[in-house]
């Protein structure tokens, strides 16, 4: 059966939580691991299956289980966040905290220091100890309380750590590198036939992991980013051919740059990774850009980090350290373009980064919710021995997914959804952009 | 077959919107009328489809067609808000007037002041021109432009209006009466054979339409509810035994109660119409609430206003002047009680009704992008001839339902549902008040 | 000399701050005791003096002293918070244990729970130790970290409580009560020759302690009601004849409800407790307010919790049980009786009272930068000796004043100063309301 | 005598303004042209001047006036802001636009576009008129509505477009530059012995006008900037060692760096221009940075944009078209010179430049009120026919005060007053830095 999560073995602990098993009695029933959700719901799915005899994909339902395969009173659990900041991320340490103390009554949750390095004795962070005490005010302040870092460890020691400290369940928030790192680490585990869960909470600020509905802290991202764009628009208003140019986050994918601007519609325009716009010429953005001068004598322009990649080919190719394309930034070449363009008028640019702003900031309600029944979720899952998963919504309902399925390949923004094209009613920028 | 839209007549006129028909082209496709999405997604659903042959239960995509109804260039429109405030009013009355301006370049938009009273010449009220200029900032607000009122008026008085002014199209933004006005509306131009197709976009802050995602201005609702429960809490633990008593929207579901709670987790206690609590005795709200006290020398209480009804079974029975009982105040009757009941310990009561506060406030982003998209999706359903329909989301994807679907019963919140149960989670109160 | 401070004894200690006592050389001179202050800055008041040969009144200016009368290693605080919440207190506690501990080095500072019931030990509420990680995060909140309660205990237990816990310095947070209680401490403490500094630091959201510039929390109450009276405008609007009533603080004065009318010109109408309104007749509310709705159709009134007392005169006067006169809600009162006046034209009234999500609120920027400032000079000055002070700021510079003559009578608004006629100016609410 | 202002000749129309002359009836007297207000209010000041008999230095009183020198009925005005943005323009522009029209009844108010580029006619931007019903809500947005531009025009080209215009009144929103321009406008109306009186409101976001309190719009702008100080705190933390390097405005002056870091304790160093600190070296800025990450393994960084350039000396100097030295960016150079410093240990550096989104921002609560009343006051002013003045608060007085007093030189930090001292207390920076 595809999409199946792995198992550490029979789950053989009665689940503490006073669930119900039977309808009516307004009490809550435990999930059982059969049921499962349709993913594609077009009605043409389900008449080609229906034709075919082809089983339809399916996602496994998340919850509590009624037969736990960890000991409450004998399991400790560990908790890393690694990677960039997003909003959000302090909601899920302390969802997971306090369902493991409250729900389960664990004996210890440990709090793994920045990142995978936290993991690696010889960066000697040294662990802290999580309580609901020291947790419950966290939920109101942007970043980590564990303190994150960039890049991978071996997953050999990481795992010795793990085995050294008697963790039995791992909590790793973090994007796809961290997503795919702590899969190793559940394969390294598996080899060594240790009883160790390994669960990923995805978090992405650019909303690109595949398949599923929104990352946690995605929504947060374009609230704070919206009045951004609103007093942008004062910039730009308040000279004549008044440009702002807004680089907001998104790398391979321009969510964050399409919703902030359907939710602020102020935006004229919006440059995102999927798009092979170019400047120059018939179809050119700087065409569209003039057009719109002219008529309203100011323009407000949002740019994803990632875009426009394709204008730089043929310039010298600058690489990192590790041999990596460095990405030029968009927004200061944008900016230089727009100035070397346009000397036969007056126009004024203001080019504004506030991506550390939006992305150290707390979660606004909605994530708040969202981080909240993603940790108790993860946190269900762990102690009935699921591993190498990650949890979270898809079609607005909440699942566990092998890790494996959602690190394929980044979600990107398909320019022929309604979605793209609100953004283009939005804004009233040419489709011949895209 | 089920949940069929009505339409008032053959398609004939282009669409002007400059979409596709082919994938591959990155411009977004027409949308067809055949297309449809499977409302229940649980895979126990599919099977007993496929084994009994029953048809699943589809939904209508929305979007542009291909074909209209109306000639824009002929094509006179309204619109009009009724009933209580919720955010995003303005925002759905800007998207509205933009796309029919600028995507379809209707001839005139009429706005219809004052709801329902507006469509009643005897009222005196006048009409107002709406144009991209006029509604261009109103997004910024809250409230309604237009101005709104309560209750109907004579259906075929409004008809008539809507005749004399040569209307081909009304929206009426409102809730669970108003959607009922308008269909009824739209029956009756049925009888009388004109050519008007009338639309609803619910509104309710409630969140308490059926089958649908969740009403516009929900998410807002709670965001603004949030950080009045974080400061609550300051109250309550201001003082010894200081207890803080919010009452929140939810005349007979607790979606903004449960949700507000969830988002800002030092809410202690939930109670919401869905539930049958008692006051006194072992199992009842005051044991719970001392046993609170006792241990954390705080309480914050969240009530819907629709909550504890139960509670005055046997009072004398209040009826307004229409004959309807009247709800007494759940969230001044609790502090009388609670006041009543604590004489033996020391008590501090604040009570907070922000309800006002919360319905007049400006949408969030989220609430923004969602009442954008549903304005054009309203829209668009309405130049292809669609009638007799309301515009939202349902597992995630915008669609086009009946209205007398959505006006056959109340949402609330399910007892036994994973939602509830992660409220249950977060405040830790117990199972037995439900 | 008039408003000369007490002071412990002779300062012998030096002061463990590197600071410097000549011009020149970019570092912080220490204040001498004898540097002062003018109070009345009118050119006419100058001459009269200069006439006269009379002393100008003058204020001693506050800040470190370069001798201290505690010495820091031996030296005991206590913290103690009283009354109704106010935004600022945490932010004040915390300046008043930072300086303790980085700039003096103090031996120990005691917070005092619950206000001056934590003075005494039948209360059963014990202390808590101040430390800066303690107290490192709480200006985040609103609300106070001690906690607070109303009313007095014997003098005589609160310092037998100081003197048995060898507290050398008390810091109280309060109004006019708290301050008149604090100074009668002190009292008690010279009576019986005992060596304590106690110091007042005025809070008041009513703005209304006499003499000082405005009291923290001031800024933060308008600036949490401005957007709670931007969309009270909309409720107003969004109904024909629309009336919003919002009821805000100011017992006896009406700052907050004047302050926030200035700041939101949305606001047509504010009435406070220095205005001997009436209701009917000719130059009454109602008269003023009709002319209003003919004109615009809707309208916002701010009301202050203790206006309009003159309109309940001849009505049965309801004491509490100290023999105290209750004031009757002049908010529900004022939607009552324009209820029952309107009866020739259709109205719609939302009240709203929105003061304990006012005074729960976090500390805005503008008030925490105030609330440090006053928390160190509370502390320089009680390091020094002084006692029975409290520190405030007066024409935008900060001094220390005798307890005794900030609590002689409460500041109002003068009805004929330039702050009132600028109300009147922006609302358009004509004279003869005052 | 000192700070005389000019007046543009006798002032013979009874003011509409229904006014009083004595006290005691509860309405606002009429300011007389002889109030004034003591600028220096130290006790040693006064017994200076009463010693020596010298004058002291005094400030004219701000207000309407009982006779005015302009017929309101035949009086044209003109507002124009010029410079970058500022929180706050548009409520001093709706402020000048209500005043002139609800209390003065004055015949037209012009708004002049993109600033004195607007008095120019070659620039053709055209004029608009100024209605109530026009800036009703603009108060709402930050930037201006009226567009800005930089730099001069021909001063006799703009007194013939005033001329030309029949303007009588200027009323110019800006900073120092603007200032100086108005003062010449008005020098040369004079010369042509026009009679049009020119006013000036100071804009400065840097708080940099000499002898005035604060500017409008400063507020604001660390009100703006402080939770983003908040959240670089998370950046910061969320790394290890991790540095956020923050930059805000300030080119000569340091306060919003100041006050910002004053408003958000969590901040560690602040840089200002009024420092003359060296990074390298016993008592340099490395130093104090190292043993920071020493003890706390995280630092946030505040710095003032035209901070440190005292480093710059000996390094190429740049010279824009104008001959004027380009400033280097000091935050950009701050964090390469850290990077390559901190090569012993590991860090990690965010940094941030908000700067266009404070300016462009909405103003808060507080500068909503400052900016209506500088409002009402520069048109009391200007009616009663003063000229070549600005409108300000000083000793939280407000006062008319001539344009060439307050443009002589810039206000600075006095790194030796009591409010520097309270940030080095507040960050725990060491003196030596300074």
């Known amino acids: 059966m595809k999409f199946q999560n792995r198992n550490l073995g029979p789950a053989n602990y009665e689940s503490p939580l006073q669930l119900s098993t039977v309808r009516g009695d ?39 289980r009624q037969k736990l395969f960890f000991d409450p009173k004998n399991t400790t659990a560990a908790v890393v966040t690694c990677g960039g900041l997003c909003p959000g991320i302090n909601n899920v340490i302390r969802g997971i905290v306090m369902a493991l103390h409250y729900f389960y009554g664990i004996k210890k949750t440990i709090g793994v220091p920045y990142g995978y390095e936290g993991l690696n004795p010889e960066m000697g962070h040294g662990f802290v100890e999580l309580t609901p005490d020291k947790v419950k005010d966290i939920h109101q302040f942007g970043g980590t309380f564990l303190g994150s870092s960039r890049g991978g ?8 750590t793990l085995i050294a400290n008697e963790v039995d369940i791992l909590f790793a928030i973090g994007g796809d590198g961290t997503l795919k790192g702590v899969d190793a680490i559940g394969e390294e585990i598996e080899k060594r036939g240790a009883k160790i869960s390994v669960v990923g909470v995805p978090k992405t600020i650019d909303n690109d992991i595949d398949l599923i509905d929104k990352s946690f802290g995605f929504e947060t991202s374009f609230d704070v980013a919206s009045p951004i764009l609103r007093d942008a628009h004062n910039e730009a208003s308040g000279a004549y051919n008044g440009i702002s140019i807004i680089k907001l986050m998104g790398r391979d994918s321009g969510f964050i740059a399409a919703s902030a601007a359907l939710a602020m519609p102020t935006v004229n325009f ?30 407000v322009i949002v740019v994803a980090e990632g875009a426009g990649q394709q204008l730089f080919e043929g310039t010298d190719v600058v690489k990192d350290a590790s041999g990596n394309i460095k990405h030029q930034d968009i927004g200061v070449y944008l900016k230089k373009r727009i100035s070397e363009h346009f000397t036969h008028i007056p126009i004024t640019i203001k ?36 591993t190498r998963f990650v949890v979270s919504k898809v079609n607005n309902r909440f699942v566990y997914i092998p890790i494996t399925e959602v690190t394929k390949k980044r979600k990107k923004i398909d320019l022929e959804s309604e979605f793209w094209f609100s953004v283009l009613q939005s804004t009233g920028q040419p489709f011949f952009l895209g």
């Open 26 to 64: 307004n009490i809550f029933n435990f999930v059982d691991d059969s049921e499962r959700l349709i993913f594609d719901l077009s009605r043409e799915n389900y008449d080609h299956c229906l034709k075919t005899g082809e089983e339809p994909l399916c996602l496994e339902k998340s919850g509590p």
């Open 153 to 160: 460890q071996s997953v050999a020691t990481m795992v010795d």
């Open 270 to 299: 919006v440059l995102i990774p999927e798009m092979a716009f170019k400047l120059e010429g018939p179809h050119g953005f700087f065409e569209a850009l003039e057009k719109r001068l002219e008529s309203k004598k100011h323009a």
């Open 351 to 386: 080019y504004i980064d506030p991506s550390y702003i939006i992305r150290s900031a707390p979660a606004n309600s909605s994530d708040s919710v969202y981080c909240s029944r993603l940790a108790y979720h993860a946190v269900h899952g762990a102690m009935a021995g699921k």
